[in-house]
């Protein structure tokens, strides 16, 4: 194809132009007779959802599904395919394998693993907490503008000193 705008040629059939930026995709929409009819909608959405399940493990196929064309919608056809094998197989591993195993490791480690926890708690009684007393030392000031703390002599000199 090529560019109106340029006159560059573009072999790889993207969507702009390398050289100016045109977008060559409304062109060829603006050239093609008849434009989108109702099957060929229809087509691009099929191409898009199955590209879209199939992007799951094919990674270009959300690009094929871009670039309209036959043999791209059988890629995509073969690809979604190939996807729904993998996903069928993936499904009945986790049904009969993973799933019953998991189960299996729980339901007999379940018992071991609350012994574990509870064994972990630190029991705390508020007997045993030191009880601090703050009527003979002196208390931390909130207003009070120092950025080193002050010795306790200081700070008892200082109180002395106002009252």
């Not at 270009?60 to 791209?72: C, E, I, L």
Request: with cysteine.
């Amino acid at each position: 194809m090529f560019c109106p705008t340029c006159g560059r040629e573009e072999s790889q059939e993207r969507k702009f132009c390398v050289a100016c930026g045109t977008n060559l995709e409304r062109v060829t929409k603006a050239i093609s007779p008849g434009g989108d009819g109702a099957l060929v909608r229809i087509d691009k959405a099929f191409d898009k959802v199955m590209a879209h399940y199939a992007g799951l493990f094919f990674g270009k196929a959300a690009d094929q599904a871009a670039d309209w064309r036959v043999s791209n919608s059988w890629k995509i056809f073969g690809e979604s395919f190939l996807s729904l094998l993998a996903n069928f197989i993936l499904f009945w591993l986790l049904l009969f394998v993973a799933i019953p195993i998991r189960l299996l490791v729980l339901i007999f480690s379940t018992p071991f693993r609350l012994l574990a926890e509870r064994n972990n708690r630190v029991n705390v009684d508020t007997a045993e907490l030191e009880q601090r007393v703050w009527v003979g030392e002196v208390l931390p000031s909130v207003t009070e503008q120092a950025t080193v703390k002050i010795d306790e002599s200081v700070a008892v000199r200082r109180r002395q000193i106002k009252s």
